[in-house]
Structure formats: C-alpha cells, structure tokens
C-alpha cells in the first residue's frame, strides 16, 4: 500500500508556512471533509495514549500475593485438613483483612482520571470544505486549518500560518513562566528546543492574547503532549524506598521461617512425635513467625502520617510514599511557583540622572504615574492581582502603579497602539487638558529608547546591566506628539527602564538552606533562560557559579553518551532550557547514580519526570491533573518550604515504622525460640496457632497502633537520610530484637517449663503462658519507643495511646478469659489474682535488659 506523503513530514519549524501547507499536502482553504474522513483512517484519533485501568479483581487477587501470604495460605489449608477449623478460619479472617485493607489502598490509588484528556478540547474551529466548521477536537487531522483566539486551549501541534498579537502560555509544557511571543513568519532550526519554536503552537498550551490561523502537523500520540503520555503509560513507577525495602525484609524473613519450621519439624519426628502433632506444630510455628499485625499497623502508621502531613499542607496519593520523601537524597524542583511566587513584579526602575533604585522608592512614582495610561488590563475588584486582568506584565505594572497610588488614567485616551511582535512596543495616546496630544510608550528598550532624544547609550547599558541580573527590562517614555499613529513617535523622553522578575519565595533560600542542612540536594529544573535559572540559583544560595548551569541544548548534544549525560546531571545545580522528556531523562541519570530522587512539578512537562521519580510531589494551588496524577504527594500551598515538612514527617513515619517492625520482630523471636526449646526438652507445643494469631494480631496489633503515634527524635532533620541501599533491618535493629526476643523467650520458656513441671492443667498452663507473653509484649512496647533514648526520658505525655494500650490489652485479656465461646476458641482460663501479678513480675527484667543494651551502644558510640 502506498503511503500518502503527508505522512512523512520534514520538522515544520524549519518550513515557512507555504512549504509546511504543501509538504501536507493541504491548502489554505482547507481540507475536504472526504480527505479529512481518509486521513482519520490513518492517523487515528486525536487521543492521547492511557494505560488500561486495572480491574477490582486483578487488584484483590494481586493482594493474595508474596511469601507471608503464601505461609499463611498453606498454614491455613494444613489446619482445614487436620481438622483444626478454628485455626484456618481465624487465619483467613486475618488474609481477608489485610486484602480488605491493601485492596482499598491500591484502589484509590487507581482512579487515574487521565488529566492529559483535559487538555485536550473538544471542539475546535476548522476551515474544511471552504468554510469554518466547529469540529470535534477528536477528529482533526495533520493539514487541518484551524483559527484560534484568545482564551483558546490549542488541541494539536501545529505550525503558525498567520497571527495577530499573538502570545502562547506554554508553562505547562515547556516551563516557561512568561507567556511567549510567536513569529508565523520565522523559520527555525531543526534541533530548536521547544521553547525556541517561536513558529509553532502545541497541544495543551493556552492562547494568552491575540489570535492565529494555524496548520495542524501532529495530533493524538505523535504530538509532544502525546509522546509524554506515551512515556508515562510505558513506563513504571519507581517503586519507593518503602516498598523496595519490605519487600527485601519479607523475602528474608521467609526464608528464615522455613528454616526454623523444618529444623524444629526434624526435632519433633526425631522424638517420635505423631505426625498430625508434627503438622499442627508446623502450622503454629508459621503463625508465630509471621508478623500478622505487621501490615495492618503499617497501613495505620503511614495513614496517621499522612493526617500529620495534611495539616502540615501535603496531600499523599500514595500511602508508601509517606517515608519516601525521607529517604530522598535529591530534590529536582520546579522553580516557577515552587521556589518563586509565580507573579511577575516590578522589582528594580532605572532613573535617567539617578540610576537603578528599588521599585518602592519615592522616586518612581512619577514614572509609575506616567507609565499607566499604557498599561493595557485592569486589577481586581479589590485593587489586587486576584481577578485581575491582562498579561503577566501589565500585571505587574498595574500592581506596580497601585502600590504607588496611581488608580487610573488622568487623561482622555485617544487611541491606543495596541503591542506587536514586529512593532515590540505598546503605545497611548492622550489628550491633556490644554488640548495637546501626548504619547506614553512601553516596550523593548532597544526600540523604545531609539524614540528618545538622549541619554541612549546611558540608557541602553542600564538595561543591558539589568538584562545580567535576569530582570525582564520595559522601558517608558513619554511626550508630544502631532498624530495618533505610529508615524508621530519620535524625541520622546525617556522616563524609565522598570525591571521585572518572578521574585523568590521569602522563605526560599531558609528552605534550600535547610535542605542542605538535612543531607538533602537540590537541583532546580527549568524550562526558563539560563541566565534567568541562575540569578534566581544565585538568590536563593543554590548555585554561584557560571558552570553550575546546563542547558537543555548541551544535554541533547550528550544524547547517546551515556559517561558524558551523567556528568554534565552530576555537576548541574541549575537545568534550565529543559524539555518534557529532557527533565525524566535528568531524573533517570541521577537514580542511576544511586540517589533517591523527589520531583517536584505542575505542569503537562512535569509529568513523566513526576512518574518516573522515585516520590512525584505535584503543585495542589498551581499544578495541572496531569502533573497531580502522575504524582505521589501534593503540596497544597505550592511552597518549597512544605517539602522540608514532607521530608520531616517522612522520617518520623519511618522511625515510627521501625519502632512497629522492631516491636513484631522481637516477640516473634521470643515466640519461635518458645517452640524451638519445647522441641529440645520434648515438651509440648506451648501455645496453639488460634492463640498466637490473638497475641500478635489483636493484643500486639493494639500496641502496633499505639507505636505509630510517637512524636518525632529531636533534631530529625540534622540527620543524613538514610543510605539508598540501607536494608530496613540494620544491624542495629538485628541486634536489639534478638536481645529483646531472646529475654522474653527465655522467661516464658523458663515459666512454661515450671508450669510443666508443676504438673499445672493444660488449659491453664497455655493460658498462664499466653497472658506472660501479653505483659511481656507490654514492657517491649514501652522500650519500643525509641531505639536510642531511655524510656526515662520521654514524657508519657508524648504518646499517652502506649499507655492507654497497655492497658486495653490487659482488659481485652481479661474480657477473653470470662467471655463464653471465645475462651473456649482461645482455650482460655481465668487466672487467679496472685499468677496475674506474677506475670507482670516476670516481665519488668525486660526492661532493664533493653536499658543496657541502649546505654552499651550510647557508650560505644560516644567512642
């Protein structure tokens, strides 16, 4: 089949428009609706690429999953065919809650409303046939002639064939803070990064002003919106830390159940043990090593943090996450909206015979005052930019002029000579009171400054200078004139250069400042100038260097050459020039290099960079639904200074979480080493599998929660973040739990053979033997608190919930004993008043082992 040559399409920037309509085998009158209908047959739709959604049961069954699951299913299915109905159905009871739980999770996280489709419109106008139709933006095809205004969202790529007045705001494409002069006329290199396309329009940017006949070239996948979608449906997410390292836990602790199950099975068959004893021994150990509780305390101790984390102005998505951004060693942040305010302000004027002074100087006003009759928009309803209306930069003036008391015109407007790529100027016509004409102009300081009648070369380096400091530079001038055209500017004054910048949030550079302090780089990504990147770099303390800059340009140079990519990412403090898939691109190289990597973004080319990182943190106030579902965290106020919160809380939920695994680790040693020394002596198995499924998911579940709720370490963020490569059980975490799991296995082994020895009733005996574990779980909770501090020295008062679960314990242990049905599946007795206080006796010892063995290491490391 022969394939039609408006497929093969030469890049369309570097055509002019006549060449760019022919190459598409178009005309300026359009297509026909027939050449339309053949040309959809092949392009296809003008949809953007999605991921199929996964279905509830795929995300149930995928919650079946992974070796705990796998041990606790066979425990289950030994006891339904031993008979022991009540173990298998307390263990399914168990499989279904953490489904229930997980499945939840996991399906709130699915509901992708696919943000990329609402940039996409859904009708546009197109010349077909001769005449302007409405069309579905669904149904456009590369030749379509389409005319825009105003106000217009643009529904494909496309090469400019005419405009008028035209600027585009590609923020949420290219980064650009500033909306962006088009050129119809211009031809651009083919290797022009999007940002320097001044000829062409794409999809999901916005028309700020003017308006333009365009011809579309790309639509649906094939257009730089598609190819980050595609990006994004191709790719996975970069699992978090949390994730990784559980995951490496769970598979360790696997292997070490099985061992233990089958050492312990050859001890129990070697002394000739019945093999239903063997198996039901086999089921018990499964459920003793298993920290049933584990997951469900997870999923409540990362859900109290993200309660922390809202009040603290961050939205998680993503449960995992929570930590993750503690774990983050590199922040790759947006800078416009993110480190700056996203408002263009006045921020220095240059004086002819005084020079620059701040743009709230006195002296300015009348430069303010002079300035206002050319400034096209108005502010809000309440005098501020809320609701205000105009361009970024008659914004800004208009703010400018207000803070200096000017509210309006003073004059009759005559006529206005509205602003022009070409004419690169905005003027006013006026007439005063006496009846003469005046003209206030506004505009590039080479051009306006040429209308002058002196000072032009003082004037022109001031604005070079300023141009240097990354200011924006407008200049004003005013005089007589003897017509309302063009024609009459000329030997006007020059009043002022006014120099605007995007500033800096205050509290920018105190957060890039404790960044650092936190062990934390960061790494400013933009899609601005260079110099513009760096001045910004420069205020904040981020960067001081020329070198610390790379550019979009160098990185496409470095394409293909992986050694060279990786060391212009490595040495750059600022990005600048950088395109969509440029910034996933930077993002990849630095976790190649071995760095958690957070992103931070708001718009369409945010979002593969945001899918890609290890945590996506998306702008709530200025972020577009591409960026937020393609993202982990949401921060609602879009300040920097809200990721060092993020950062904080994420290391208190991991603290908190190791606290929690430290707690399950510990009384599962002591549980298997019960088991192992009952195999060794030849006693019976001490407790069965429905009363260790009580102790560590319900009396041990209570405590989890309450773990969860510990305030933070003082000084968390003078700490380093964890190493990447950090396993979630150190040695010091391997350490404490066999101290602490062997204490307390040793003393209910010791009390259990007693109690054997003494010949106490079976029933009595195990129920005895589960309510020391119970207050021997209570004493661990408490040295949970911290892995390094004394228990002496934290205030109950800081978590008042360990101490309201200890004692819920106790109750909840009482209430089994004396509640019909339930004690007889616990195979519980009520105990006298004397045993229960010997067990709180028995467990005190706990503590004061673990005491030592914190002050050991407090020692140590002191030397």
Not at 114 to 120: D, I, M, P, S
Not at 512 to 528: I, L, Y
Request: proline share 6%; glycine share 8%; charged share 20%.
């Amino acid at each position: 089949m022969r394939v039609p040559a408006w497929t093969s399409l030469p890049p369309p920037h570097t055509l002019d428009p006549c060449e760019a309509v022919a190459a598409l085998s178009s005309r300026r009158q359009g297509l026909t609706a027939q050449e339309a209908a053949q040309r959809l047959k092949i392009a296809g739709p003008n949809r953007l690429p999605e991921a199929p959604p996964k279905s509830l049961i795929a995300i149930i069954l995928h919650q079946f999953t992974g070796p705990f699951i796998y041990l606790l299913l066979g425990a289950a299915a030994l006891s339904f065919a031993l008979g022991e109905g009540a173990d298998a159905f307390f263990i399914l009871i168990v499989l279904c809650l953490n489904a229930a739980i997980g499945g939840a999770q996991e399906w709130r996280a699915e509901r992708d409303a696919h943000g990329l489709k609402a940039l996409v419109v859904r009708s546009t106008p197109v010349r077909r046939d001769g005449r302007i139709s409405l069309i579905e933006s669904a149904a456009l095809v590369p030749g379509d002639i389409v005319e825009l205004e105003r106000g217009m969202r643009v529904p494909a790529d496309m090469r400019l064939l005419s405009g008028q007045n035209l600027t585009i705001d590609e923020s949420l494409l290219t980064g650009e803070s500033q909306p962006v002069e088009k050129d119809a006329q211009a031809t651009i290199a083919a290797k022009a990064s999007l940002a320097d396309r001044r000829n062409m329009i794409f999809a999901g940017s916005a028309i700020a002003s003017g308006r333009a006949e365009a011809l579309v070239v790309a639509t649906g996948a094939r257009t730089e919106i598609g190819q980050i979608a595609g990006a994004i449906v191709r790719g996975s997410d970069a699992a978090p830390p949390l994730i990784q390292r559980m995951e490496a836990f769970t598979r360790m602790l696997a292997a070490a159940i099985g061992g233990i199950i089958l050492l312990i099975v050859a001890l129990e068959t070697m002394r000739g043990a019945p093999v239903v004893e063997v198996m039901l021994i086999a089921v018990a150990l499964a459920v003793s090593a298993i920290p049933e509780g584990l997951p469900v305390a997870m999923t409540i101790a990362l859900s109290i943090s993200v309660d922390r984390m809202a009040r603290r102005r961050v939205l998680v998505r993503n449960l995992a996450a929570v930590e993750g951004l503690g774990s983050c060693t590199v922040i790759a942040s947006d800078k416009t909206g993110t480190l700056t305010l996203n408002e263009l302000t006045v921020r220095e004027v240059w004086l002819p015979g005084v020079g620059r002074v701040d743009a709230s100087d006195p002296r300015v006003a009348g430069a303010a005052r002079a300035a206002r009759p050319a400034i096209e928009g108005e502010l809000g309803p309440a005098g501020t930019r809320d609701g205000a209306v105009g361009d970024t930069v008659d914004i800004a003036m208009l703010a400018w002029a207000a803070d200096h008391g000017v509210a309006g015109e003073d004059h009759a407007l005559i006529a206005r000579i509205p602003y022009e790529p070409e004419r690169r100027y905005a003027a006013a016509i006026l007439q005063r009171p006496d009846g003469t004409r005046w003209a206030i102009v506004k505009g590039a300081p080479e051009t306006v400054i040429a209308m002058g009648d002196g000072e032009a070369m003082e004037a022109a380096a001031a604005a070079m200078a300023m141009a240097k400091d990354a200011l924006r530079v407008i200049a004003l001038a005013e005089g007589p004139v003897d017509g309302d055209g063009e024609e009459a500017l000329g030997n006007l004054h020059l009043v002022a250069l006014a120099g605007l910048i995007d500033p800096p949030r205050p509290d920018a550079s105190t957060s890039v400042r404790a960044a650092a302090e936190a062990g934390v780089d960061v790494r400013m990504v933009t899609g601005d100038h260079p110099a513009t990147g760096l001045a910004l770099a420069r205020m904040i303390g981020l960067a001081d260097g020329d070198d610390e800059a790379v550019t979009g340009a160098a990185l496409g140079e470095a394409e293909g050459d992986a050694p060279r990519f990786a060391a212009l990412v490595r040495k750059a403090k600022v990005f600048a020039r950088i395109e969509p898939l440029q910034k996933k691109a930077i993002v990849e190289a630095l976790m190649a290099e071995g760095e958690f990597v957070a992103v931070t973004g708001d718009g369409v080319n945010d979002a593969a960079a945001l899918k890609a990182a290890n945590i996506g943190v998306a702008m709530g106030k200025s972020g577009t639904d591409v960026a937020r579902e393609a993202s982990d965290l949401i921060l609602l106020d879009d300040r920097f200074a809200s990721i060092l919160a993020a950062i904080e809380e994420g290391r208190v939920a991991y603290d908190n979480l190791r606290k929690v695994i430290w707690l399950s680790l510990s009384t599962g040693a002591a549980e298997i080493l019960i088991f192992l020394l009952s195999a060794v002596f030849a006693l019976p198995a001490p407790l069965s599998a429905v009363q260790l499924l009580w102790l560590n998911l319900v009396t041990n579940g209570i405590q989890d929660v309450a773990l969860a709720f510990e305030k933070g370490e003082p000084g968390r963020l003078k700490y380093p973040p964890r190493r990447p490569d950090e396993p979630i059980i150190d040695r010091t975490m391997l350490h404490q739990s066999i101290i602490a799991g062997a204490t307390m296995g040793l003393i209910a082994f010791g009390f259990y053979a007693w109690v054997e020895d003494a010949g106490w009733p079976p029933m009595l005996a195990s129920s005895a033997l589960l309510w020391l574990l119970v207050c021997l779980e209570n004493a661990q909770v408490i040295n949970c608190r911290s892995e390094t501090r004394s228990v002496f020295v934290i205030p109950v008062s800081a978590n008042p919930l360990v101490v309201g679960g200890v004692i819920a314990t106790q109750l909840l242990q009482i209430a089994a004993s004396y509640t019909p049905g339930l004690n007889g599946m616990l195979g519980l007795t009520p105990l006298p008043l004397e045993t229960w206080a010997t067990m709180l006796a028995l467990a005190l010892p706990l503590v004061a082992v673990v005491e030592m063995g914190k002050l050991a290491r407090s020692l140590t490391l002191r030397r």
